[in-house]
């Protein structure tokens, strides 16, 4: 045994001490055994403080076990780096490295422990009161960095996490000595069982006890069940996986750790379980005292599992201060550590202490009804305790006792948080001084120590009951199973005194109620004194039980430290709800597999490739739909490439992948109702070959999409959106003739992806298209203005509609995808005599506003209807129905003056302003008038342009507005909303 | 995370499906009603305690829609399609 485990007995604990396992922490070597965890490894090597504390930066070290821990909190580092991990939980492995969190510049000398010194401004709400002047932001720096947890990882996992769905007849949450029999009585049955467990071992009290089952220690009992339930092919155990979240529908989330294969962290099941049992046992609750938050103060069950399953001694001279019987359980542990045993500190004054002490202990001082008040410390460590008794005329005494362990037992609370998770409530019971559960909302039964059953001998008969009861309540028969008899070492009277905290908390005392949060008994009293005394405003102002804690060991001390400020029984304080996450849980657990580009992936043209051959900055251009922006060529900036595009389309021609546009083939007797419905226009009398535009509103009266409709034969049509517009078109069209108006004799059928599409648009578009090898008569006769034909053009299928978005000649050429690209060479080769240029969709943006053609997302912005954007014109009269009709009616009744589209022209014509700057007169606090929808440099025009909305704005042409930018107004004139062909002549050519 | 029952592929997890809100008669027998009988018929939910009927679409399986009777408050659904 080397001196590096010093602390270490030399004998017992369930570790190998035959194999080493080397790790950092902090910096510095140290060597444990495998089994160990990482808390249990560092005290083996004396080492006492495992973290600063949250708020005041106090040293804290190991107090509880397991996820109760919340003291251990430390950050492992390496490839799947952690932050915020408890080292109670941690496994140990070898070149495991980990640092302690809270630690500025580190764990001996803390900068943040100063706050210890100026506590007082630091109580209940202190982020509220103190920080408020001048400016939160001032101080914020300086308290993230010396406050919060551990460091954000940065960079990603070397594994991976995975989701994975499961179904089961009866899920046991907790394989405790009742659990596991629960699981048993059920999977024996035939029944689907999953049992999980937390811990990396099942057995959960009985781990660490010396408790005899069938004259056999525990841990004996707990193999043979384990390997039994393992036999079964419809028995699942999952160790090493926390059940954190309870949801709906009889669905429990939970983190499995490590599973196999080796390459993945963490897997997130979501198991629906006809049947859920509760055997999540009850965690040891501490007492508060002042500085009961020193190393060297820890819980009874701890001190246990500390000897017990690791063989560590983490003390040479204790004092036991307890409030129940069941802390009675610690002596022979100490005894076998070696452990001095001081006093034995009781809050009860009618103990009967040959019920609780076995003879050889009997030399041990007892002081009944007495408490601690006070811990002496010596650096970071317990050098003795000060003990509030009286003596036997009752007379108060105060004495001092030396030690270096303080255990403590605040008697047991049960893990009611699934419980309450699933809504269920609860019900305080004065029999064990906690909270246990009542109703349960949904298929949840619970047994053992949940239900505030401290026999283990009780847990067990009631195990197998709530397993039968659970069997019969899915129509399976219970299988006969024999309880194992408790032949030692069960405690049935638990006594446990309603005792919570021996402080009354004054200001400068440090008693800790959440040890997570740093908060304390005067920050109860003083958020009480401010008039909080409901206790959902009590945790939030205080945050007890809201850190890393959850209330596991805080909330029912709160709860009674609170009851006993306000005078009344803790029953009536109440509990607060309890919510998912039970412990933290990876957010990549919760994602699995979908993250990245995985979660909404892109959706790319068949002509992509070319594009980003061709020097395409790609653009998202809805709907995860990628599309080039501009084409830049060598030595080219972005608005060069731009004008240059432009120029093109204005002048020669130009082409562009229009694929993404939504598209939609509707067929059925009753399309021309569907679209005189949806649309605001009439769709009467189209001839197969024709399209029509058409606005689409919703229900509200406001523009939601806009596009064109062709009818393409008799039976059908095909509607086109907006990019970003078609999932939502489909839906409003899906839900509208499933569900509004199933009398609709009509089917919609998405083909956006099935068509890719080249449009050619440009003064010389037809000169170019007619020397293409094609049977399509591209005259202006034969395929006017909205017409669609449909053809050949080199072998290949195409569809060419008569649209324009450019406000020049252009031709959309669709093609089924499988032809897109070849379709795309084919055009582009063709038209080097015209010496056509690909354009995207930022030429597009400019050429649209040069037209004042509408954009959604711009002038579109959910507030406008047709008219506010001039388009009067294409509202019905005749209908008298359409979907939005009658809002747009009312809501102009209403408000007869909106804002409206209009051009705008900045004074100074090189002057670019930001999409979204205000518009609003000067020198006055008013309400913006408007704002700038879209503002370009139009290379046609040789001067910037802008599209806005304005309040009144078509009576106001020629009047001058200012539009805002980081303070500064900038005059435009105001203008009909169109630059440049106002006629409309050049795109019906 | 509830367990639906679709009409056409069975029992499902909730996220393959999408709510759109409670069932209410068709628009034709309000939209030509008072503005007071058509703003409350477009804009007021029950927002019930207790069970509710509504239209759900299987938008991630079949794409079949369907009506839906749920209780709110402990999301209990009653039963699978009624009609649809």
Known sequence: MSRANSKRLHFGGYIDRTQSLK???????????????????????????????????????????????????????????????????????????????????????????????????????FYYKTFMWPNWHLFEPLIRRAAGFGKAPSQAPAGQFLNRFDYCDILVIGAGPAGLLAALTAAKSGARTVIIDEMTQPGGSLLYSKTELEGQLAIDWIARTVDELKSMDHAT?????????????????????DPKPAELIGRNWKIWAKQVILATG???????????DVPGVMLCSAVMEAIQTYGVVPGKKAVLFTNNSSAYDILPYLQVAGIELAAIVDTRSDVELDTVIGTDDSNVEVLQGASIQLVIRAGRRVRGVVVHAQDSSGKEKVGKIEC????????????????????????????????????AIQATLCAGAITGEMSLAGSLKSAVQIGSKALSRIGIEAAPISIPEVTNGDHTN????????????????????????????????????????????????????????????????????????????????????????????????????????????YRHTPMTHWHKEYGAVMYEAGARWRRPGYYLKEGESMNEAINRECYAVRNHVGIYDGSPLGKFIIRGKDTE????????????????????????????????????????????????????????????????????????KVIITPVTSQWANATVCGPLARQMLQSTESDIDWSREALPFMHVVEGII????????RVSFTGELSFEINTPSRYGLKLWRYLIEVGQNWDICPVGSEANHVLRVEKGFLSLAHEVDGTVDPIDLGHGWIVSRKKKDFIGKRSMEIRRQNQPVRQELVGLLPKDSKQLISEGAPIAPA???????????ACVWSGVLERTIALGVLTDGRSRFGETVLAWEQGEPLPLEVTRPIFYDAEGIRLRM | MLLIHCPWCGVRAESEFRCTGQVKPPRSEFVHKSDEAWLEYLYQADNRRGILEEYWCHEKGCGQWFKLRRDTTTHEIMDGDTDS
Not at chain 1, 28 to 57: C, E, I, W
Not at chain 1, 242 to 255: D, H, I, L, P, R
Not at chain 1, 500 to 510: D, F, L, M, P, Q
Request: net charge negative; hydrophobic share 40%.
């Open chain 1, 494 to 601: 638990y006594q446990v005194d309603a005792f919570w905290s021996s402080t009354a908390g004054h200001k400068r005392v440090k008693a800790f109620v959440d040890f997570a949060g740093d908060v304390t008994v005067f920050d109860l009293k003083l958020a009480i004194q401010e008039g909080f005394d409901e206790i959902e405003h009590l945790k939030r102002y205080t945050t007890t039980g809201m850190g890393l804690d959850q209330g596991k060991t805080a909330n029912v001390n709160a709860i009674g430290i609170i009851a006993f400020h306000l005078d009344c029984h803790p029953s009536e304080v109440g509990t607060t709800t309890f919510r998912p996450p039970y412990t933290p849980v990876e957010f990549g657990s919760i994602a699995g597999s979908q993250a990245g580009d995985v979660v909404l992936p």
């Open chain 1, 923 to 933: 020198n006055k606090q008013e309400l913006s008038d408007g704002f700038v929808s």
């Open chain 1, 237 to 257: 155990c999952l160790w090493n996986s926390t059940a954190w979240g309870y949801q709906e529908g009889n669905m429990v989330c939970v983190s499995e750790r």
């Open chain 1, 23 to 125: 790790f950092k922490f902090n910096g510095r070597d140290y060597v444990g055994f495998q089994g160990d965890t990482l808390a249990s490894a560092l005290m083996a090597n004396g080492v006492n403080v495992l973290s600063r504390s949250f708020k005041y930066h106090r040293p804290r070290g190991v107090q509880n076990r397991g996820y109760a821990d919340v003291t251990s909190l430390v950050q492992i580092a390496g490839k799947n780096e952690s932050p915020n991990v408890l080292a109670s939980v941690q496994p140990l492995y070898e070149g495991l490295e980990a640092f302690s969190v809270n630690c500025w510049p580190s764990v001996s000398f803390d900068i943040g422990s100063i706050f210890g010194a100026f506590s007082p401004i630091l109580p209940a709400g």
């Open chain 1, 282 to 292: 009850a965690i040891e609750r501490p007492i508060v005292f002042e500085n009961n």
């Open chain 1, 404 to 439: 270096d362990l303080v255990c403590v037992s605040g008697g047991w609370n049960p893990s009611v948080h699934l419980f309450s998770q699933s809504r269920g409530t609860l019900r305080y019971d004065d029999n064990i001084a906690s909270f246990v559960p009542d109703q």
């Open chain 1, 673 to 744: 109702k569907l679209l005189n419905l949806i649309y605001t226009n009439s769709f009467n009398g189209l001839k197969p070959g024709q399209g029509k535009y058409g606005l689409m509103l919703n229900e509200e009266g406001l523009i939601f999409d806009d596009g064109v409709t062709f009818r393409i034969d008799d039976d059908q049509y095909l509607l086109s959106c907006s990019t970003g517009g078609a999932p939502a078109v489909e839906r409003k069209v899906d839900k509208l003739i499933n569900v509004e108006c199933p009398e609709l």
């Open chain 1, 794 to 801: 080199a072998g290949m299928p195409v569809r060419v509609f």
